[in-house]
């Protein structure tokens, strides 16, 4: 985190380049549509002086009916140094670590794991409270397909927060209760003297049946407004992994007000990322 | 004596004390003699000390020594509205349950269009609140326009005042739906009432499948219909811990796998019609479509297992079912005839067949009828008490009647017991400590 807080000085000079990477390939391998994740791996390869490419999926040979693993292995013959991906489904990341030679980076799988996401959110919040340590962190709203939820709850736990799920029943995934976490269904409840108010897309995409009755009782409920943020300690952080539905999961002046570092979030992922590939690049062969 | 105009008695407030009555409260066991204190809409006091005269300021009331129950809470009533008005209304439902010393009823919500929209649970209260004599609670759809696919928005229709959620005459026959629906609506302690009839079963049949309809010649449905649906609801209110009321149960292997989940400490409880507590489907007879329900009517050996669960306790709450249908519905041959029978007049009298013939206490089936029901609804009758609603019934538990279709407030006359002879029935019936119903021998 510290090597990112370096990293986040770098971004905010007029001359934001390294040379750490220089040299080194980096592909970004995408299966699945991604704005803030894709374009922050790349903005900090370049950063660093890597060679960056972007496999886009839709004009690749995925599409012609290629296997992960052939494509791991296709890819792998390139020679690269680091690889990103992303992929719809969980545990393709790790399947695809397996068959490739060099460092690799999950961008997100599926509803498994988001690491980097996890990173940045720490930081930013370290950043504004100066510690993990003890506070109380609400995660709010479809867990169940989260992977940003899974990999914060791992991490803040680790680094001694407090960590509380705030989603209807039927968002929340059996045996969340196991993982460490404190288990609301009411925000009032789970919001009470909170320092952290995360916040979580709705991911509709990824229900397979009617888990909720609609977006108007969603947001009635769970969505966050001024008057649920009320129960929240007067200072608390807004946080959004993003891309947010406005209206869905949060209302529209909430999202903008002053305690929110949404946007921020977005700078920090860029500087966590770099932070990322910088300690892994310690590790790369020099020969 | 009685105040007989009821808006001048709501404006004077003059309390009214009912005296010379034998008290019964299912939910404490009281059954003793005494009298009791109306002031305010409110039960405002009871017991012994109240008599001819103990209180100045209040009218009086002569019981004769008949008996003073808490109001009926009958949880499942088609009341019509919106869209099917020609069949009966809130206020005809309200007048057939004032005169069946019901009052409190739940209507379903498999109306035209169907209660699964806050606007829906608004008129209904709406409504009842300008047409209807006795309290009326909207039950509002599970999924929307009870397909049994999309969840409604069970959350706001609750805060909304449904009372409890239900797929009306249909069960939800995708379980993982039913899985979330009860997963949802625990979040809200909100109540989920299910009807019992796997759909492939039943297709096609239109009385209880056996002897009988053999020798009729009509399609039977079987009772595992109904069980098979049990059993799986029992497996996901296991997995979900969601609190679940089978609307209505009809044979001996229900009550069986109810009594199971009881014992084993779920959230189940049950239901079951007046009809399957005192017919069977030899009632059917030639063909009469006024014995035609759903679930329909069972064997006797069915029949006497409903008896049982309601004396034991595994049976919880005891319902009218009442479902009006016009001649339209009715007078067809038996496959093509609308099913369901009104019952909201003749719930108590047909319930106390089972006293009189010493199958089931007093104490118990107006506990079913009354005190259960209020308590699984959250409401605050059902029970005489300080400070309860003054929810009462007069009843005179011995009077012999005949049942007359021509006299019944319902819209709809399909009564099954046109003609019967009961024995015991409501003289006066108080809603919110108002008379709205007096017996006219």
């Known amino acids: 985190m510290d090597l990112s807080e370096d990293a986040a000085k770098l971004g905010r000079q007029i001359y934001k380049k390294s040379d750490v990477l220089s040299g080194r390939t980096l592909i970004n391998l995408f299966f699945e549509a991604s704005t803030r994740t894709q374009s922050s791996f790349e903005l900090a390869g370049k950063r660093l002086g890597a060679d960056v490419m972007n496999m886009s999926i839709p004009t690749s040979s995925i599409q012609k009916g290629e296997t992960l693993i052939d494509t791991a292995v296709t890819l792998n013959a390139m020679r690269p140094d680091l690889l990103v991906v992303r992929h719809h489904s969980a545990g393709a990341v790790e399947l695809l670590s397996q068959k490739v030679d060099c460092s690799v980076v999950n961008a997100g799988d599926g ?22 340590q003890g506070l109380t962190i609400a995660i709010c709203g479809d867990i169940l397909h989260s992977r940003v939820a899974r990999s914060n709850i791992f991490l803040l736990n680790t680094l001694g927060a407090r960590v509380r799920v705030i989603a209807p029943s039927t968002l929340l995934g059996e045996g969340i ?39 108007r009782e969603y947001f009635h409920f769970f969505g ?48 966590v990322r770099m932070a990322v590939l910088q300690a892994l690049a310690r590790h790369l062969p020099t020969e | 004596m009685l105040p007989q105009d009821d808006n001048q008695h709501r404006h004077t407030k003059r309390p009214l004390a009912l005296v010379n009555a034998r008290l019964i409260d299912p939910a404490t066991g009281l059954d003793a003699f005494g009298g ?55 206020a005809t439902a309200s007048r057939a349950a004032a005169a069946g010393g019901v009052t409190t009823i739940l209507c379903t919500p498999d109306t035209d269009p169907v209660i699964d929209d806050v606007a829906l649970v608004d008129f209904i209260l709406r409504r009842a609140r300008d047409t209807a004599l006795v309290h009326v609670h909207p039950m509002a759809a599970l999924t929307k ?68 309809a053999t020798r009729l010649g009509l399609r039977g449905v079987p009772a595992t219909a109904e069980t098979i649906m049990l059993e799986r609801d029992i497996r996901l209110v296991e997995l979900t811990g969601g609190r679940y009321h089978a609307g209505q149960i009809s044979c001996r292997a229900s009550l069986e796998v109810i009594s199971a989940a009881k014992a084993r400490g779920l ?78 007049e003749t719930l108590l009298g047909a319930a106390l067949r089972l006293y009189h ?76 400590g108002r008379p709205v119903y007096h017996y006219a021998a």
């Open chain 2, 36 to 90: 009791l204190l109306i002031a305010n809409s409110v039960i405002a006091d009871l017991g012994m000390h109240i008599t001819e005269g103990s209180i100045e300021e209040a009218e009086t009331l002569d019981c004769g020594g008949r008996t003073i129950a808490p109001g009926l809470v009958d949880m499942m009533v088609f009341a019509g509205e919106p869209g099917h008005e020609h069949r009966e209304t809130l």
């Open chain 2, 145 to 212: 326009d009870l397909l049994g696919e999309d969840m409604a928005e069970i959350g706001l229709l609750h805060d909304a005042g449904a009372i409890a959620f239900t797929n009306g005459k249909t069960s939800i026959a995708n379980a993982r739906v039913m899985r979330n629906v009860l997963t949802y609506a625990k979040d809200f302690g909100a109540l989920v009432v299910h009807h019992l009839e796997d759909a492939a079963l039943t297709e096609g049949g239109v009385m209880n499948e056996g002897e009988v």
């Open chain 1, 177 to 215: 209760d196991r993982l460490g976490v404190e288990v609301y269904t009411s925000m009032r409840d789970g919001l009470a003297d909170a320092d952290i108010v995360m916040m979580l897309r709705l991911q509709r995409e990824r229900m397979v049946s009617s888990l909720i009755p609609s977006q």
């Open chain 2, 267 to 344: 959230p189940v409880t049950c239901g079951v019609s007046i009809n399957h507590l005192t017919l069977n489907e030899n009632d059917i007879g030639p063909y009469r479509t006024f014995f035609k329900m759903k679930p329909p009517l069972r064997v006797e050996d069915d029949r006497r297992a409903m008896v049982e669960g309601v004396a034991s306790g595994d049976i919880d709450v005891i319902v009218s079912a009442h479902d009006p249908c016009g001649a339209g519905g009715k007078r067809r041959p038996f496959a093509e005839a609308a099913d369901g029978a009104v019952g909201l």
């Open chain 1, 224 to 271: 966050l407004d001024y008057d649920k943020l009320s129960h929240a300690k007067p200072d608390a952080l807004i946080m959004h992994p993003g891309p947010m539905n406005r209206g869905v999961e949060i209302d529209s002046n909430v999202a903008d007000d002053p305690r929110s570092v949404i946007r921020e979030q977005v700078e920090m992922g860029v500087a």
């Open chain 2, 357 to 432: 013939n010493g199958e089931v206490t007093l104490h118990r089936l107006l506990e079913a009828l009354s005190a259960n029901p209020a308590r699984l609804l959250g409401l605050h009758s059902g029970r005489l008490a300080k400070g309860a609603p003054a929810d009462l019934v007069l009843i005179d538990l011995e009077m012999p009647w005949t049942v007359e279709p021509d006299q019944l407030c319902s819209k709809s006359k399909n009564t099954p017991f046109d003609g019967a002879r009961l024995e015991g029935r409501p003289l006066v019936t108080f809603v919110a």
């Open chain 1, 111 to 132: 509803s498994h794991e988001h690491p980097t996401q996890a990173l940045l959110d720490a930081l930013t919040i370290r950043r504004h409270k100066d510690r993990i």
